[in-house]
């Protein structure tokens, strides 16, 4: 069974840097895509990033709000996925979610097992 | 982006009801949908993908369709542990989108 844990959040300023974990188990993880997604208060899920595995290409895609100020990155000997968050603004408050990617079959990939996410506060 | 339009918000139904939730997509996203069930505190939790695709272990009291534009979720006896949060997702581009969630509550 595969199984995902996220920790690292907590209370920060604005403008300040964090690092989220994602510990992940039961699977071959040097072959797992992974994907961050986020929930601020009150709304609704967004997508925040993706990483695939080195053998897939070991591309990394941001969306749009995150680019250039969050970094995914990952350690397979550690079989652990990162994301480092600098310049953190007050609406990066959410509670963090990292997902395991499968794959439908199709050439098209969706989120399997999601852990129960780490919150991060940003204060002004 | 693909926008995903969720319908309804919050759905109030009894244990036993046949429920269903629609979720539209602002342009075809062929069948490349999943649907999440959240409860406050816990993972999201996979139950179609595929549109239709049922994940394993998913009790067959949930079912999926559509394609192109339009899909629904549909619970055929809710149960007393189907009270949640609904999400669909698409995932026809690699940034995936997803609808506002649909809260169903105990009426």
């Known amino acids: 069974e595969v199984q995902v844990v996220e920790s690292g959040g907590g209370l920060v300023m604005s403008g300040g840097s964090l690092r989220l974990s994602c510990a992940v188990s039961?699977?071959?993880?040097?072959?797992?895509?992974m994907s961050w997604v986020r929930q601020a208060p009150g709304k609704g899920l967004e997508w925040v990033g993706r990483?695939?595995?080195?053998?897939?290409?070991?591309?990394?895609d941001y969306a749009a709000p995150v680019k250039g100020r969050f970094t995914i990155s990952r350690e397979d000997s550690k079989n652990t996925l990162y994301l480092q968050m600098n310049s953190l603004k007050t609406e990066d408050t959410a509670v963090y979610y990292c997902?395991?990617?499968?794959?439908?079959?199709?050439?098209?990939?969706?989120?399997?097992?999601w852990g129960q996410g780490t919150l991060v506060t940003v204060s002004s | 982006d693909i926008q995903m339009t969720q319908s309804p918000s919050t759905l109030s139904a009894s244990v036993g009801d046949r429920v269903t939730i629609t979720c539209r997509a602002s342009?075809?996203?062929?069948?490349?949908l999943a649907w999440y069930q959240h409860k406050p505190g816990k993972a999201p939790k996979l139950l179609i993908y595929?549109?239709?695709s049922l994940r394993s272990g998913v009790p067959s009291r949930f079912g999926g369709s559509g394609s192109g534009t339009e899909f629904t979720l549909t619970i055929s006896s809710l149960q007393p542990d189907d009270f949640a949060t609904y999400y669909c997702?698409?995932?026809?581009?690699?940034?995936?989108?997803f609808g506002q969630g649909t809260k169903v509550e105990i009426k």
């Open positions: 039961g699977l071959t993880f040097s072959d797992a895509w």
């Open positions: 997902i395991h990617i499968l794959h439908d079959g199709s050439g098209y990939y969706y989120g399997g097992t």
């Open positions: 997702q698409q995932y026809k581009s690699y940034s995936w989108t």
């Open positions: 342009q075809s996203i062929t069948n490349s």
């Open positions: 990483m695939k595995s080195k053998g897939g290409g070991g591309t990394i």
């Open positions: 595929k549109a239709s």
